[in-house]
């Protein structure tokens, strides 16, 4: 997943189904979590199952959330309450995504358009390290 904004529940329930079809293949396969930002500012934060050892997700490189639980501290976004999520200097989201494979393609540009460059930031938004 990758975006910006503020959500309070993000949840793939009726988006995607799990287990196999009559033929016997995976329905769902491939889903990525990488290089995301997870942070609620009142600390209820939580990841309703671990997808961590799940075969059908890569997760990778995210700021926050590892083994399907919250784990970090404040991103220091610039101005989360007005809607700004870049990273402040000194934010502990920098430099989270440091493997080349985890930008290309979809991934090569944040939500503003500026490409990525390794290491890059957790989130929606490009900050050098």
Same mark, same amino acid.
């Given at each position: 997943?990758?975006?910006?904004?503020?959500? #309070?529940?993000?949840?793939?329930?009726?988006? @995607?189904?799990?287990?196999?079809? #009559? !033929?016997?293949?995976?329905?769902?396969?491939?889903?990525?979590?990488?290089?995301?930002? !997870?942070?609620?500012? *009142?600390?209820?934060?939580?990841?309703?199952?671990?997808?961590?050892?799940?075969?059908?997700?890569?997760? !990778?490189?995210?700021?926050?959330?590892?083994?399907?639980? $919250?784990?970090?501290? *404040?991103?220091? $976004?610039?101005?989360?309450?007005?809607? *700004? $999520?870049?990273? #402040?200097?000194?934010?502990? !989201? #920098?430099?989270?995504?440091?493997?080349?494979? +985890?930008? @290309?393609?979809? +991934?090569?540009? *944040?939500?503003?358009?500026? @490409?990525?460059?390794?290491?890059?930031? @957790?989130?929606?938004?490009?900050?050098?390290?």
């Amino acid at each position: 997943m990758h975006g910006d904004g503020s959500y #309070r529940d993000i949840s793939i329930d009726g988006i @995607a189904t799990f287990g196999v079809n #009559r !033929a016997g293949q995976q329905i769902v396969s491939g889903i990525e979590l990488i290089g995301n930002l !997870a942070w609620n500012p *009142d600390g209820q934060l939580r990841m309703a199952t671990d997808v961590a050892g799940d075969p059908r997700f890569t997760v !990778a490189q995210n700021h926050n959330v590892r083994n399907g639980a $919250f784990v970090g501290d *404040d991103p220091l $976004f610039v101005d989360a309450a007005n809607g *700004d $999520f870049n990273l #402040r200097p000194g934010s502990p !989201a #920098r430099a989270k995504v440091t493997t080349a494979a +985890y930008i @290309a393609g979809l +991934y090569a540009k *944040d939500s503003n358009g500026t @490409a990525h460059v390794l290491p890059t930031s @957790a989130g929606a938004y490009y900050a050098a390290a």
